[in-house]
């Protein structure tokens, strides 16, 4: 039996609107406990932040967190998977352009999850040790 993305994927992704300061987005990944956010722009997918980009594209560039916006430093029109797309074409896509995760878009274009490589270690093998602490309750997707 094939898997799908839904199967597999993070539901309800956390996003934040493009202008919503670093700061804030850093907060919202403390409470959440999670390392990455959606931008959106009214719902609509602009890219995605994730804590080493604050720290590398703004902290080191001296840039203030409480003053520059998420959008001016995520990553731009980030690749998506559908939830019904099969498990071995997100590995594939992930694979083949470096990323450790994908945000999971409805046809519609709604955002309905994101997909990491710790969803996928969980669903290769989910009796290893790097399986266990990505399942973990509370784990930095």
Avoid: Y
Wanted: glycine share 8%; charged share 30%; hydrophobic share 40%.
């Amino acid at each position: 039996m094939t898997r799908r993305v839904h199967e597999v994927m993070t539901g309800n992704p956390v996003t934040v609107e493009q202008l919503t300061s670093l700061a804030e987005a850093a907060r919202v990944m403390r409470d959440a406990g999670i390392g990455d956010v959606l931008v959106v722009d009214q719902g609509r997918l602009l890219g995605i932040l994730t804590d080493r980009d604050i720290v590398v594209r703004a902290l080191a560039e001296d840039r203030d967190p409480a003053e520059t916006t998420v959008r001016a430093i995520c990553s731009s029109d980030p690749l998506t998977v559908g939830p019904g797309d099969r498990v071995d074409q997100a590995v594939d896509l992930m694979r083949r352009h470096a990323l450790r995760r994908l945000p999971v878009q409805a046809e519609n274009g709604e955002l309905v999850g994101i997909v990491t490589l710790g969803d996928l270690e969980v669903e290769r093998d989910p009796g290893s040790p790097l399986s266990a602490i990505a399942a973990a309750e509370g784990r930095d997707r």
